[in-house]
């Protein structure tokens, strides 16, 4: 098992590199021009100086081997030294200062962060500020959209073509053919315009201090959290009420009825749990379509999370800003390829080949 | 069939072959049709696919045409619970701020998302196909095509195709000469880049399976060049597959491009798809619900036909369950 985790770790490596390589590549194609907006009375040698300032005056092979150094060597020493100085979770471990900034004073060797070009703040600062909203927005979706998926696989599977069954593929295949940019403004429509029960904007500058504003923070995450969660419950239930099929009818069913199991015992005790191999493969895979789902979803409640980021410095040609957001989704997808292949080898022995 | 003869030796004799042969399609039809959901997916798709494409002899407003005095008209179904609504039969789906008459616009819309929808489905199954059978077929080929359909399987393919049509989008207008050409190739190039590797997947396990075949050790001992046994044996062996996965390229191409649209980095804003109609009516939905309910309505129709289409597909083509 240890050889297998390992094997499939060295993969990912490679992976992420041609991964980071290929948004690079993508982004130095892009005939946008940062300069583009600087007014015509700036003389030219000016404006070539400036694009140095951006790291533009190098050649491909050496920005993309100082992004590596950014991203990669960086970024994780600004990332320690806050964890080993201002974290209150981790500040019993001795305080590092690896991070040198560079300043008017500098030392000529000073770590350069990455920029972004909107605003001129490091793009990671602000990409840590937003993290969290759009990870409980998606994280509590997913959560929420197993828990529905999962009984509903289970028992439409067990009563297979009942009215239960019926009803729940076709609103399963419902929710899994409207796109999140329809039932959106469609669950604006009716419950903040029509009904008014919920607010059609997430104030991402409201704390929960008291119980009245913890419920005023479920009612402004319940509509994101269930736009997301319909595609994860229709995409997962699917994949669970198949995997019960296939197992209902297996001769190791046959022989548990036989010893006289009940039926609860067979179906959540065994069916069950040979049945959920397919399917927590398919939970761990699909955590990277969520966010990208994540996305629309931002874009159409206005939270200000990474994704809604992502849309703003597109739109605003910020290049080093589209590429670290990319890459973190990247990084997410593999992360989470990882943990599906990983978890397959745990529970599935047949497949470990070691 | 002749006239059945009275002696019984002679019914006895074959009764199977008074019934004619039967195809594979034919099997294949007769379990498609039980499957009441793929039946109505299917037919519905046909009937969206002609009125989008004839829709426009029959109702013949210009989609880009103003009508200022006829301006945000309501569908002429709010007259019946709003007396004071403005309604009026020339515009029985409403009309836009501009007075565009919304009917002509939904099917001038719809034409070009199923454009896009058919043409990026198609040119996915094109590469997919392909790359699955070279990795099939061909062993030395099999390893680094399919770390490269992994690798592609990786991508974050919703940001990248965000980045990709916002910055390609003024070089390739300028090579089509018009907006809407150049918009068209980069979404359905862009969207058959980012989707094949399904396929490609699908295929290859197929065409492995296949090519240890006997049929295919005959074809090839009976000198057949490999391009020969690729096109002429294994190809139609693969049909299904790559027709249950067209279905769900369709659905997906259907929504990406919607999606895109809805972004705000699709088509140009004078040119109506129903993404960019439902994108466009988000800010004054709280007035006028069934802009937003009208294209909505007719992405989340088309797409849940395609998918009921693939599901009976996917039933009828597999041998297993045919015939039970």
């Known amino acids: ?354 | 069939m002749t006239e059945p003869t009275t002696t019984p030796l002679n019914a006895l004799a074959e009764p199977e072959i008074t019934r004619p042969p039967r195809s594979q399609w034919h099997d294949v039809w007769d379990q498609f049709r039980r499957h009441r959901g793929a039946l109505m997916g299917g037919g519905f798709l046909i009937l969206i696919t002609l009125g989008v494409l004839l829709g426009d002899l029959i109702w013949r407003l210009d989609p880009k045409g103003l009508d200022i005095q006829n301006r945000d008209v309501r569908p002429i179904i709010t007259a019946i619970w709003d007396s004071s609504a403005k309604v009026s039969w020339g515009h029985p789906l409403g009309s836009d701020n501009l007075g565009r008459d919304h009917l002509a616009q939904i099917i001038a819309g719809g034409r070009t998302s199923m454009a896009v929808g058919w043409t990026a489905m198609l040119l996915t199954m094109l590469i997919g196909t392909l790359i699955g059978v070279l990795a099939g077929f061909f062993k030395r080929l099999d390893g680094i095509l399919m770390r490269f359909t992994d690798l592609v399987l990786s991508l974050p393919i919703l940001p990248l195709l965000l980045v990709a049509v916002t910055l390609f989008r003024q070089p390739l207008v300028k090579i089509f000469g018009s907006p809407e050409a150049g918009m068209f190739v980069l979404i359905v190039g862009v969207i058959g880049v980012t989707s094949w590797m399904q396929t490609a997947r699908i295929v290859r396990g197929d065409i492995l399976a296949l090519k240890e075949r006997e049929f295919v050790l005959a074809a090839r001992a009976a000198g057949t060049t490999s391009r020969g046994i690729i096109t002429r044996h294994l190809l139609p062996n693969v049909l299904s597959p790559i027709m249950v996965s067209a279905t769900l390229g369709l659905a997906t191409a259907i929504i990406t491009e919607s999606a895109l649209s809805f972004l705000g980095v699709g088509f140009p804003s004078d040119f109506p798809t129903w993404g960019k109609m439902l994108a466009d009516a988000v800010p004054r939905m709280q007035e006028f619900p069934e802009r937003v309910m009208l294209p909505g309505v007719m992405i989340s129709l088309t797409v849940l036909s395609v998918n009921y289409l693939g599901d009976g597909l996917r039933d009828a083509l597999d041998p297993r369950i045919r015939g039970r």
């Open chain 1, 1 to 354: 098992m240890l050889t297998f985790t390992i094997r499939r770790l060295v993969v990912a490596i490679p992976t992420l590199l041609f991964i980071s390589l290929m948004i690079f590549l993508l982004l130095q194609l892009a005939p946008g021009d940062p300069m583009a907006q600087v007014p015509l009375t700036v003389p030219p040698e000016v404006k070539q100086k400036m694009r140095e300032a951006l790291g533009l005056g190098e050649p491909v092979y050496v920005q993309y081997y100082k992004w590596l150094i950014q991203f990669f060597v960086i970024e994780p020493t600004v990332f320690i030294d806050w964890l080993t100085t201002q974290n209150r979770l981790f500040n019993w471990l001795p305080d590092t200062d690896l991070y040198t900034p560079c300043g008017p004073k500098a030392p000529a060797d000073c770590d350069l962060r990455v920029l972004s070009w909107q605003n001129r703040s490091p793009v990671m600062d602000i990409v840590i500020q937003r993290l969290p909203q759009t990870l409980t927005v998606v994280g509590l979706s997913y959560i929420v959209g197993i828990l529905i998926a999962i009984p509903i696989g289970i028992y439409s599977a067990y009563r297979q073509y009942s009215i239960f069954d019926q009803v729940g593929t076709f609103i399963t295949m419902v929710g899994f053919s409207i796109p999140p940019f329809f039932t959106g403004p469609l669950l604006i429509v009716v419950f903040s315009v029509g009904l008014g029960w919920f607010p059609s904007i997430y104030d991402t500058t409201h704390r929960v201090t008291d119980w009245d504003s913890f419920v005023y923070q479920m009612r402004q995450m319940l509509m994101p959290v269930m736009v997301l969660a319909m595609q994860t419950t229709a995409q997962i239930s699917r994949f669970m009420r198949a995997a019960m099929l296939d197992n209902l009818n297996q001769d190791y069913v046959r022989t548990a009825r036989a010893k006289g199991l009940s039926e609860a015992v067979v179906v959540i005790v065994h069916v069950l749990r040979n049945s959920m191999i397919p399917v927590v493969t398919v939970i761990a895979l699909g955590v990277p379509g969520i966010f990208g789902g994540a996305i629309i979803t931002e874009v159409v409640f206005k939270v200000n999370g990474i994704g809604a980021y992502l849309i703003d410095a597109l739109f605003a040609n910020d290049l080093p800003t589209v590429m670290t957001i990319s890459f973190i989704f990247a990084i997410l997808i593999v992360l989470f390829n990882l943990i599906a292949d990983i978890l397959y080898g745990v529970l599935d022995p047949r497949i470990r080949y070691d």
